[in-house]
DNA sequence: AAGACGAAAGTGGTTGA
DNA sequence: TCAACAACTTTCGTCTT
């Protein structure tokens, strides 16, 4: 398999999945050959399939078949019928490579537009134009407005790249909704999960930004690192919200090093409710045994210092 | 008055029959 | 396909600082 080269962007980067017998541009994420599996695709509708096709432009499955099957440019021994008939199809042909190409710059516009709020690395939004394209070539965004799959793809991306962001801050980036952003991430992700794999996120992992978001001093950031392994390790984390961990682990260390933040301020960084802090900061106290030097410094208060850094 | 606490009811997703 | 279920949210009254 080679000197294979990607017909849509013409990288000779292209890998071979062997368990999924695909063969995929690394590049831009199509997916080139795909011969042995056949994933039922959604866009066949049954009374509507003529006119969808029609109106949507290009009925792109995985592997964009306009790629691959290039008509003749020979018309030699054909009847002049069928020749017209060949360049008309040759002609839409064309229209539907560059309409794809259209909304994949678009797209890719509107990506880095959402990613620059975040600040997110360079390589996360290589990661999610991927993503977005691979979803694209599987036929993903018909019935989804292209900004909520960008927002599913750049949270899908984030996390990938181990600096994962939270569904309400993707949510505000891209003006989509929380609960849309999670529908279209578990939808994407699902039906792209031959091609990536997302393992569930750590608490640990949010702990630097969030911290850092709330002033506290590395110190207690490194405390809330120490609670948040003492929780894994005692298996109090399965089944838990990450952020509700890692925000309560904050709090507690935020109350352990005398820089107490509010439960309020922690759960408006964590993106979850002070509820949910209180639980978690139960358990915890309960099960590492913290109440004792809990108390110690129950009195911490702010500096003025502090209090100056919190108002930008 | 602000923050913390906890009960109770509601939401959306997962799982297993 | 449906009901049971767990985690989380919303809302609200009460206690604490």
């Excluded at 290589?126 to 977005?132: G, L, M, V």
């Amino acid at each position: 398999m080679k000197g294979k080269k990607c017909p849509n962007c013409g990288s000779k980067d292209v890998e071979i999945n062997r368990k999924s017998g695909e063969v995929l541009c690394r590049s831009c994420g199509l997916v080139i050959e795909d011969n042995m599996i056949d994933h039922s695709q959604e866009w066949r509708n049954f009374e509507e399939e003529r006119e969808n096709r029609r109106r949507t432009g290009a009925p792109i499955t995985h592997g964009n078949p306009i790629d691959r099957t290039v008509i003749s440019t020979s018309y030699k021994n054909m009847s002049s019928n069928k020749r017209r008939m060949f360049r008309h199809l040759k002609k839409w042909q064309k229209r539907m490579a560059t309409a794809t190409e259209r909304n994949l710059t678009q797209a890719s516009i509107e990506l880095t537009r959402i990613a620059s709020q975040l600040n997110v690395p360079e390589r996360i939004i290589e990661d999610a134009k991927r993503i977005y394209q691979m979803a694209v070539y599987r036929g993903l965004v018909r019935g989804r407005s292209m900004e909520s799959v960008l927002a599913g793809a750049l949270y899908a991306a984030t996390r990938r790249g181990e600096l994962p962001r939270t569904l309400n801050e993707v949510s505000e980036a891209s003006g989509i909704g929380r609960k849309e952003v999670g529908r279209t991430y578990r939808f994407i992700t699902r039906e792209l999960s031959d091609m990536i794999n997302i393992l569930p996120t750590k608490p640990s992992q949010y702990i630097p930004r969030f911290s850092s978001s709330l002033n506290l001093s590395p110190k207690a950031r490194a405390e809330s690192m120490k609670i948040v392994k003492k929780a894994h390790e005692l298996e109090l984390t399965s089944g838990r919200g990450p952020t509700g961990i890692a925000a309560a682990a904050l709090y507690i260390a935020s109350l352990m090093h005398g820089e107490k933040r509010t439960q309020r301020e922690v759960a408006e960084v964590a993106g979850v409710t002070e509820v949910t802090i209180r639980n978690r900061y139960k358990e915890l106290v309960d099960v590492l045994d913290l109440n004792d030097k809990l108390k110690k410094n129950k009195r911490g208060r702010r500096s003025k210092k502090e209090m100056q850094g919190l108002n930008d």
